[in-house]
């Protein structure tokens, strides 16, 4: 069993910058991976990043594209999420969430653990 802890989020104004953390803790495959996904208030839940832990360049959706940074400490079985020029519109529960396989990342479904979700706010 893998457990996902997330830290990290909170109140930002707009223009400003956050850092998320998610820790993997529990045993762990060599094709682990992690991903990032958000969710606002009446919308879907969407995939923002995702990275293998131990191999391989980060895919990022367009939303993420350009601002956001996903990086790994593969010894810490712990990425991090760097978000700048945030904007009202990134509002929302950001979630962590990990998988066997890298695919398992591409469906909201697919995922076999998460994290406890944390929010962000972006104020005008």
């Known amino acids: 069993q893998v457990e996902l802890v997330e830290s990290g989020g909170g109140l930002v104004q707009a223009g400003g910058s956050v850092r998320l953390s998610c820790a993997a803790s529990g045993r762990t495959s060599r094709s682990f991976s992690m991903a990032w996904f958000r969710q606002a208030p009446g919308k879907e839940r969407e995939l923002l990043v995702a990275v293998a832990l131990n191999a391989g360049s980060p895919y990022y959706a367009d939303s993420a594209k350009g601002r956001f940074t996903i990086f790994r400490a593969s010894a810490k079985n712990t990425v991090y999420l760097k978000m700048n020029s945030l904007r009202p519109g990134d509002t929302a529960v950001y979630h962590c969430?990990?998988?066997?396989?890298?695919?398992?990342?591409?469906?909201?479904?697919?995922?076999?653990?998460w994290g406890q979700g944390t929010q962000i706010t972006v104020a005008s």
């Open positions: 969430a990990g998988g066997r396989t890298y695919s398992s990342m591409f469906d909201t479904r697919s995922p076999d653990y």
